[in-house]
């Protein structure tokens, strides 16, 4: 049994410790210890993009980052998409679009969107294709996606975080 470590970081705005063994993966700290389980276990390989997170306002396949490797990091999960209960423009325009079906991907394209958004919120297709293209999709397709990130970017650029168009 190996000894397990202290780790202090914060999570989707909140100040969280939590004890993982060495080995354990981000995902695994997320999922089983922090009970988030919006990052999904895909491939375990980094090549599917389902357990995509932001690890200080990066997107990270956190199955190949160490929970231990969180000490003192800014982690924000698909959980901490949605504030006071208000969706995220990327989540509201992945709905309108039907951007989704089993859903497995689903939290890795928004936070692969998301980081997107956040670094050029006025991405083109060629873009939007290149952001996503760490992320698969074996259900919907490409276009649905790429349409709900493009039209998320337009309403985040005229609405700020989207919440005003939320609220009409």
Do not use: W
Not at 59 to 72: I, K, N, P, R, T
């Amino acid at each position: 049994m190996s000894k397990k470590t202290l780790v202090e970081a914060k999570v989707n705005g909140e100040t969280v410790e939590f004890l993982c063994e060495p080995r354990q993966s981000l995902l695994e700290s997320l999922r089983d210890i922090l009970e988030l389980t919006g990052a999904k276990e895909g491939c375990l390989t980094g090549d599917c993009g389902a357990c995509s997170v932001m690890v200080d306002g990066r997107v990270v396949d956190s199955c190949l980052m160490l929970g231990v490797e969180a000490q003192g990091c800014s982690i924000t999960t698909v959980e901490g998409l949605a504030t006071t209960g208000t969706l995220h423009s990327l989540q509201r325009k992945f709905l309108e679009h039907a951007s989704l079906q089993c859903g497995i991907c689903t939290p890795g394209f928004l936070m692969a969107a998301k980081g997107l958004l956040d670094r050029n919120p006025e991405p083109n297709e060629a873009d939007v294709r290149y952001a996503l293209a760490g992320n698969l999709c074996r259900c919907t397709g490409y276009d649905k996606i790429v349409k709900a990130v493009l039209d998320a970017a337009a309403d985040l650029r005229s609405h700020g975080d989207g919440k005003a168009a939320a609220a009409r």
